[in-house]
């Protein structure tokens, strides 16, 4: 099954948005009504990621406890996740800063899911 639909079925309206990037274009893949209505600032986001995903193999190294999944940034609003999938590309997943979906359980949906069909 997709990403997207993983994550609907586990966090129903806790899911904010969805967005797969490369290294010069993103694409959303799902975002909530009500995100739909706040200013588009994807733009941003993306060149974030972009910096962030470059530092991914420096990350691994010094910490030395394998391979990176993801990172996350809580913010009041909304808990956002980034998933490195290879040199300058990734998924981008928002919800809601108090969905109920034990962290281990989210990245393994977000790892074992179909991000090919995301491409």
């Known amino acids: 099954m997709s990403l997207v639909v993983n994550l609907r079925d586990e966090l129903d309206e806790n899911l904010r948005a969805v967005a797969t990037y490369k290294e ?7 975002e909530r009504a009500d995100i739909q209505e706040k200013p588009r600032i ?13 530092g991914t193999e420096y990350l691994e190294s010094v910490f030395r406890v394998g ?3 993801c990172t996350m940034h809580s913010f009041e609003d909304a808990m956002c996740f980034h ?11 928002a919800i809601e ?4 979906l034990p962290l281990e359980r989210f990245v393994s949906i977000c790892k074992e ?4 069909s995301l491409d």
């Open 24 to 30: 010069h274009d993103w694409n959303l893949r799902y």
């Open 42 to 54: 994807f733009d941003k986001i993306h060149e974030e990621l972009i910096l962030e995903g470059m």
């Open 67 to 69: 391979k990176l999944n």
């Open 83 to 93: 998933f490195v999938r290879g040199p300058m590309r990734g998924v981008f997943i």
């Open 97 to 100: 800063p108090d969905a109920l």
């Open 113 to 116: 899911s179909d991000l090919e």
